[in-house]
């Protein structure tokens, strides 16, 4: 039977790692913020790192329905129904696993097009009379914080892949092989 996850369980772990408000700037919409997490949420997902973790795993988008006793607009949450291929602790500690590492990956989504920006990249000429800091320096910040994001979250399923595996959990590898 597969877990499930709703969207914002994970939203919320994400807006923990990040001080975010440009997602929240007056000039964004709802509809755009809430594609923007969905498309990183998905994005974090399909790195062949995380998605190796699952044996399945099925994305449920939001949408918005109608209330047929009301006539209401409801929001519906997104769900990621998945199976691990290596369980655990199927009732908590699997669930926190995934949304930590999904959330690591839509922060290193959010921050990947900040360093790739046209504002990084172009040479600033500036006069002697303005200050600014050396834009190879913050790119630098950058990049090292995106590589520390990439660490963290590969931190994350390497250590739970250390301490849980078909080895160390019993299974020899003829075993593995028939599928005992």
Not at 4 to 23: A, M, N, P, R, T
Not at 34 to 44: G, K, N
Not at 55 to 81: K, N
């Amino acid at each position: 039977m597969p877990s499930q996850i709703y969207f914002k369980e994970v939203y919320s772990s994400f807006f923990l790692k990040i001080e975010g408000y440009d997602i929240f700037d007056k000039n964004i919409s709802d509809e755009y913020r809430e594609a923007l997490l969905c498309s990183w949420l998905h994005s974090s997902i399909g790195k062949p790192y995380v998605n190796r973790l699952f044996s399945a795993v099925t994305l449920s988008d939001p949408y918005q329905d109608e209330d047929p006793e009301t006539g209401e607009i409801i929001d519906m949450d997104g769900i990621i129904e998945y199976e691990l291929k290596n369980k655990i602790n199927e009732d908590f500690g699997d669930k926190q696993f995934i949304i930590e590492v999904l959330a690591y990956g839509m922060a290193l989504c959010w921050l990947e097009p900040k360093v790739y920006s046209l504002t990084n990249i172009a040479q600033f000429f500036g006069t002697s009379d303005e200050k600014f800091y050396a834009q190879q320096t913050h790119l630098s910040e950058l990049r090292n914080l995106r590589d520390d994001l990439i660490s963290h979250q590969r931190s994350l399923i390497r250590d739970r892949g250390y301490s849980n595996n078909s080895y160390i959990n019993g299974k020899s590898a003829s075993s593995r092989l028939r599928g005992d």
